[in-house]
């Protein structure tokens, strides 16, 4: 599996754009790097129990409000980890990274919540989309 590029567009559902896409929301992007650098370390080899979008789903729980696919891998990348397409021509990604345990219980809980109501209040959903909709 090869990394992506350097110059690689990411839309707000993932590696490939859909009809009516456009790239992630910057506060949703946030949001995302702040579950990262709370819940995972890097790592050499990819992490391929989860790809981006359920990944995605971890660090929504948290937060306890929508992110994107695209945002979560834009937050990956940011943030320094390898992002590999887990399927050519797929919208998902694996990452190089390690999850500490206490992401899964903490993230079920929702422990992030008061942690990020700063962001929550600027919180817009990208492109119109709704929870349960593309990404």
Not at 73 to 87: K, L, N, S
Request: hydrophobic fraction near 40%.
């Amino acid at each position: 599996m090869k990394a992506l590029a350097q110059d690689t567009q990411v839309w707000a559902n993932g590696l490939v754009a859909c009809e009516q896409d456009c790239p992630p929301d910057p506060s949703q992007i946030e949001i995302c790097r702040r579950w990262l650098r709370a819940f995972c370390l890097p790592r050499k080899a990819l992490y391929t129990t989860y790809s981006s979008y359920g990944l995605k789903h971890i660090a929504e729980n948290w937060v306890g409000a929508y992110a994107t696919n695209g945002a979560f891998i834009a937050a990956a990348f940011a943030e320094g980890y390898r992002v590999v397409p887990t399927r050519r021509g797929g919208p998902n990604a694996y990452f190089n990274l390690a999850i500490k345990k206490t992401a899964f219980a903490e993230s079920a809980a929702g422990a992030g919540v008061d942690a990020n109501a700063d962001l929550l209040g600027n919180m817009r959903v990208a492109c119109g989309s709704t929870k349960g909709g593309a990404g």
